[in-house]
């Protein structure tokens, strides 16, 4: 029900976004290069990528996951802190979809499927994917592709978002959206793109060295989608958004030998990263109960935790607790403050029926690592399910304060005050996490029903909660100038 709530309001953003973005398209756009600033200012570049952000979090099956999110925002922002030309805070997020892609829009947001991490051999392949999307965006391929459209009369800039939007759900769609709405033929379309690939290949490698991964990575994991192309009649969706010509591979190998060879050791958080994923979100729980048995069997590794945490998953999911729990203690064991084990812990203690138990270890790792996400909404979810709504309350603002727009904290907090009868606070929250999916409006008539529940002599709370209305109904104006 607040899925359908929350598309309606994204479908009224849309339109109005596209048709106030016609209003742009008369004027004479600039050469390429740094001109780029002058098509799509910084912070108009933000503002269209926080409405996209929006959109995609109504029409996407976004990854929700505070345990893949710390792991991808850490290796992500690491790449950050080592390329050039960054102009603003990055964001890395995680679309549930088995496809090996990866992509990036304006304002620093960069989506990874959980495909990739369940398809790369190493931290190393991961990372030169993610390094590559950076520099699309350090560069501002998108602004550039906007002023080359606009020169051959070709898109708008709500065509091109459209186009964007589409290609992340459904790869081949959008480039059909891109090549329907241009007149410039689609050799003239598919060279432009091989330009900025060739650049972001470039600026991509340079950060991925700087960042400690090893450059020859890059090269490994082109040619292993080159060769999937040879067998499949369609190509991965990377490809459909990224050109891969024959030389490209060779491109990327003679420039990976310029750099330095290192020997990057395996990383541990990628292994459990990618078994995590591939529990959860690649495989049915029993192929994964299955596989992950498979690879413990082959395995002549000195360290397969990473195997035996996947498994433990798999088992978990299909609710066979106590198997889980005596995969998951020797490795909690091993590493007592480890993220990963303690999130699975919490969730097979809340299945048993021992919230209380997880919200006493939760606790103490609370204290010692406070507003880390993971322990902070594991311990805030198992408050809720034993009850003890005060002290979710209290853990999710005190996490707010620190991110405010945390999506998975704010639905953790309406979900308190529904759970102890607070109406006028839940239907506030429930505005809160209505307006990060761009539904405005029906924000707006959330704050109205709060202020049906407030007291003629909570003037101070009536008077806030008007100002919210406002600006609510304000924010569905701006929108509409993008």
Not at 344 to 354: A, R, W
Not at 395 to 413: G, N, Q, S
């Amino acid at each position: 029900m607040l899925k359908s709530l929350m598309l309606g309001g994204l479908l009224s953003t849309m339109l109005l976004f596209s048709s106030s973005s016609n209003a742009q398209t008369d004027f004479k756009l600039p050469d390429l290069g740094s001109s780029a600033l002058e098509v799509l200012p910084i912070d108009k570049e933000k503002a269209l990528g926080k409405v996209m952000m929006m959109q995609i979090r109504g029409a996407s099956p976004l990854v929700q996951d505070p345990v893949l999110d710390e792991y991808i925002a850490s290796l992500g922002n690491k790449l950050v802190a080592n390329a050039n030309d960054v102009r603003f805070p990055f964001s890395f997020f995680l679309i549930n979809n088995q496809a090996i892609n990866a992509f990036a829009f304006y304002g620093g947001h960069v989506g990874i499927h959980t495909g990739l991490i369940a398809q790369s051999d190493n931290e190393s392949q991961l990372a030169s994917v993610i390094g590559h999307e950076i520099a699309h965006v350090t560069q501002r391929h998108l602004a550039r592709r906007l002023q080359y459209q606009k020169d051959n009369s070709a898109l708008t800039i709500a065509g091109i978002v459209t186009g964007i939007l589409a290609t992340i759900i459904a790869p081949d769609a959008g480039m059909a959206i891109l090549s329907a709405s241009s007149t410039q033929s689609t050799l003239g379309q598919l060279s432009h793109s091989r330009k900025a690939e060739q650049e972001a290949d470039r600026f991509g490698m340079q950060t991925l060295y700087n960042a400690g991964f090893d450059p020859t990575q890059a090269g490994e994991f082109l040619t292993k989608l080159s060769n999937q192309v040879r067998y499949q009649t369609k190509p991965p969706a990377f490809l459909l958004t990224h050109p891969l010509p024959d030389t490209r591979v060779s491109d990327v190998r003679l420039r990976a030998q310029q750099y330095e060879q290192r020997q990057i050791q395996p990383s541990h958080q990628f292994n459990l990263a990618k078994s995590r994923v591939i529990a959860r979100y690649q495989l049915e729980s029993k192929d994964a109960q299955a596989f992950f048995e498979n690879e413990l069997r082959k395995s002549r590794a000195l360290n397969n935790a990473h195997l035996q945490y996947g498994l433990a998953i798999s088992l978990l999911d299909q609710k066979q607790l106590d198997k889980a729990e005596k995969i998951l203690s020797p490795l909690l064991d091993s590493e007592p403050n480890n993220l990963f084990y303690l999130d699975v812990l919490t969730d097979i203690l809340i299945s048993q029926g021992k919230a209380s138990e997880a919200v006493t270890l939760l606790a103490k790792q609370n204290s010692l690592r406070p507003n880390n996400q993971i322990l902070a909404l594991n311990y805030a979810n198992a408050a809720i399910q034993a009850k003890e709504y005060d002290i979710a309350e209290q853990t999710l603002r005190v996490f707010l304060l620190d991110d405010p727009e945390h999506l998975l904290a704010k639905e953790l907090l309406a979900e308190v005050y529904k759970s102890n009868k607070n109406q006028s606070a839940y239907f506030e929250a429930k505005a809160d996490v209505l307006a990060e999916y761009g539904a405005f409006l029906k924000a707006a008539d959330e704050i109205q029903r709060a202020l049906n529940h407030v007291n003629d002599n909570e003037t101070v709370k009536k008077t806030r909660l008007k100002a919210l209305l406002k600006q609510y109904r304000q924010m569905q104006k701006e929108v509409a100038k993008l």
